[in-house]
């Protein structure tokens, strides 16, 4: 099993910044990607970024250039800084972990709520 710890969030003015953490613990051995997803209310959950082992990040087309996801060295912590944040980047975000031949596994979640 893989728990995850999910950190960051809360509320932001547009055109603020806010960084999300997750941490994963347990049995992280062979995790393939890390990454976030969000899902606002009344809409289906979507991938935000998403980091996998040996490859470019990849971002959904309205976070480019806005948010930049990392991951730790030792590859169980996952980052995502998020800039220049709009009313709509409000949702609840989850950390996802993907593990080699093992369903994916999800954090908590945590809001964003991106006002004035």
């Known amino acids: 099993q893989v728990q995850l710890l999910e950190s960051g969030g809360g509320l932001a003015q547009p055109g603020g910044s806010l960084r999300l953490s997750c941490v994963a613990s347990?049995?992280?051995?062979?995790?393939?990607?890390m990454g976030w997803y969000r899902q606002a209310p009344g809409k289906q959950r979507e991938l935000v970024a998403l980091?996998?082992?040996?490859?470019?990040?990849n971002y959904a087309d309205s976070v480019k250039g806005r948010f930049t996801i990392s991951r730790d060295n030792a590859g169980n912590t996952v980052h995502l800084l998020m800039n220049s944040l709009k009313p709509e980047d409000t949702a609840v975000y989850y950390c996802?972990?993907?593990?080699?031949?093992?369903?994916?596994?999800w954090g908590q979640g945590t809001q964003v709520t991106v006002s004035s």
């Open positions: 980091i996998t082992t040996g490859s470019s990040p």
């Open positions: 996802n972990v993907r593990v080699f031949l093992r369903p994916d596994y």
């Open positions: 347990g049995s992280v051995f062979g995790i393939t990607a």
